[in-house]
């Protein structure tokens, strides 16, 4: 299942409550629909309200309390079943359901727990063709991303590295579909040159991540440096 997120850095929710959003969302204390996902590093931001993107400055949000076990065993949970209540996580770690959520509240203040969303399954809405774009384009790419970033059919946009600036992931409804909106993304400002690479199957897909085990092996790696 695809899921429409845009993880490149430099966009934030310019609302002053909001910690991290999503591209055409809103987050649970904004009435104001965002880009995309922030990343807390980076001290500039996009922004949309009804109108063109505008560059403003993000500050960084507070680093909160280095997560523990308890709280990547309710976050691997909580990606696996986001309606799962205080109560059925609590039996499950041992946790009263007041202590899980506490430890949720926390994590979505400190920005972990981002929003709550619903995976669909793209081929049973129409648009099922997928396709990666690698993008090389002029200088810092900010009028790329503001052109490209509004393209409902641009799911996610990685800034990498080696010869090219930026991937994009793209949903279509067909090769028509892409064909089209491949040319409409070589219209965009700054753009030298692309490279289109269409999907013809996903054998394995995870939604999110496997967080507990990242957290031992990093409080692994912290014990073996210290």
């Given at each position: 299942?695809?899921?429409?997120?845009?993880?490149?850095?430099?966009?934030?929710?310019?609302?002053?409550?909001?910690?991290?959003?999503f591209?055409?969302?809103?987050?649970?204390?904004?009435?104001?629909?965002?880009?995309?996902?922030?990343?807390?590093?980076?001290?500039?931001?996009?922004r949309?309200?009804?109108?063109?993107?505008?560059?403003?400055?993000?500050?960084q949000?507070?680093?909160?309390?280095?997560?523990?076990?308890?709280?990547?065993?309710?976050?691997?949970?909580?990606?696996?079943?986001?309606?799962?209540?205080?109560?059925e996580?609590?039996?499950?770690?041992?946790?009263?359901?007041?202590?899980?959520?506490?430890?949720?509240?926390?994590?979505?203040?400190?920005?972990v727990?981002?929003?709550?969303a619903a995976?669909?399954?793209?081929?049973a809405?129409?648009?099922?063709?997928?396709a990666?774009?690698?993008?090389?384009?002029?200088?810092?790419?900010?009028?790329?991303?503001k052109?490209?970033?509004?393209?409902p059919?641009?799911?996610?946009?990685?800034?990498?590295?080696?010869?090219d600036?930026?991937m994009l992931?793209?949903m279509?409804?067909?090769?028509?579909?892409?064909?089209e909106?491949v040319?409409?993304?070589?219209l965009?400002p700054?753009?030298?040159?692309t490279?289109t690479?269409?999907?013809?199957?996903?054998?394995?897909?995870?939604?999110?991540?496997?967080?507990?085990?990242?957290?031992s092996?990093?409080?692994?790696t912290?014990?073996?440096?210290?």
């Amino acid at each position: 299942m695809w899921v429409a997120r845009v993880w490149d850095p430099l966009f934030q929710c310019s609302h002053p409550t909001a910690q991290r959003c999503f591209r055409l969302t809103s987050c649970r204390n904004c009435p104001v629909p965002f880009m995309s996902e922030s990343n807390r590093s980076h001290t500039e931001s996009f922004r949309v309200i009804d109108g063109p993107l505008t560059l403003t400055s993000a500050k960084q949000a507070p680093a909160g309390r280095p997560l523990d076990r308890l709280d990547a065993m309710l976050l691997e949970m909580l990606q696996a079943d986001g309606r799962a209540t205080f109560s059925e996580m609590g039996a499950r770690v041992g946790l009263k359901p007041s202590t899980v959520h506490e430890r949720v509240k926390r994590m979505e203040a400190d920005g972990v727990i981002v929003r709550y969303a619903a995976l669909i399954d793209a081929r049973a809405v129409g648009i099922g063709f997928g396709a990666f774009l690698t993008c090389h384009v002029a200088g810092a790419g900010r009028d790329f991303l503001k052109t490209v970033s509004i393209m409902p059919e641009v799911c996610e946009v990685h800034r990498v590295t080696g010869e090219d600036s930026f991937m994009l992931r793209v949903m279509a409804k067909s090769a028509a579909h892409l064909d089209e909106l491949v040319s409409r993304i070589k219209l965009a400002p700054e753009l030298i040159r692309t490279k289109t690479t269409v999907v013809l199957a996903t054998p394995f897909e995870r939604p999110g991540f496997s967080i507990p085990e990242i957290v031992s092996e990093h409080r692994r790696t912290l014990r073996s440096v210290g």
